[in-house]
């Protein structure tokens, strides 16, 4: 099975940078996602990695390193916008069947 | 606007009952998913179809069911519910592999349910 653990909540002030962690255990790895989820809306795409490094778009960074199954999500110049749950989601591949596995959320809030 | 259509937004029933929901993806999109998220839960993957036919099966109650149609739309079945089936539930569209990010998934707006 997969295991993904993310903390439940945070707390930043706005114009400033927050890292949001990601452990995941898993076979079939093939990719991992974040995702930005306002309550009670859909969740939207933020970023994307299935090499280990870094990828940059915008005020989002997202980081992955595969050998050590974690990743982060890095928000500069925090924006009160910014208040959601921030998921990690892990793609695995088993047979032809792809699916994402999402870990609980991490509930950012975003204060003056 | 993901373009993943989801009906109804909300529906409210009694214990015992049996509701469908409906989902239309993405044009192009041969893949859905649905998913379950209750109250300050994650997304819990429930099933896949893939053109048709079921592809994975995740943490699907036996009195849940869904299935996909020709036109590529999907109903998820829910009947003799409890309590604890309120939820949101999410079906997400997916291109699958010739995407620049394979297994990127979009999102509806979700079905509220409430059983009272």
């Known amino acids: 099975g997969q295991n993904i653990d993310q903390p439940t909540e945070m707390t930043a002030t706005e114009g400033a940078i927050v890292q949001i962690n990601c452990t995941y255990q898993?076979?079939?790895?093939?990719?991992l996602f974040w995702y930005q989820q306002h309550a009670g809306e859909a969740p939207t795409f933020l970023s994307y990695n299935v090499l280990d490094g870094l990828e940059e778009k915008g005020r989002f960074s997202s980081f992955l390193s595969r050998s050590k199954g974690y990743s982060y999500l890095l928000l500069k110049e925090l924006q009160m916008k910014d208040s959601a749950s921030y998921l990690c989601?892990?793609?695995?591949?088993?047979?032809?069947?792809?699916?994402?596995?999402f870990g609980t959320g991490t509930r950012l809030q975003v204060t003056l | 606007d993901s373009g993943v259509t989801q009906t109804p937004k909300h529906l409210i029933t009694a214990t015992g009952q049996r509701v469908t929901l409906r989902c239309s993806p993405r044009s192009g999109d041969l893949s859905v998913y649905w998913y379950q998220q209750s109250l300050d839960q994650g997304l819990q993957f429930l099933i896949q179809?893939?053109?048709?036919?079921?592809?994975a099966k995740g943490n699907i109650l036996e009195r849940f069911s869904a299935q996909q149609f020709p036109d590529l739309h999907s109903e998820l079945n829910l009947s003799s519910l409890e309590l604890g089936d309120s939820a949101l539930y999410f079906c997400a569209s997916s291109v699958g592999l010739t995407s620049g990010r394979p297994g990127e998934l979009f999102f509806g707006e979700g079905s509220r349910l409430t059983v009272l």
């Open positions: 179809y893939y053109n048709g036919e079921e592809r």
């Open positions: 989601a892990v793609r695995v591949l088993t047979g032809t069947a792809s699916k994402l596995t």
């Open positions: 898993t076979s079939g790895f093939n990719g």
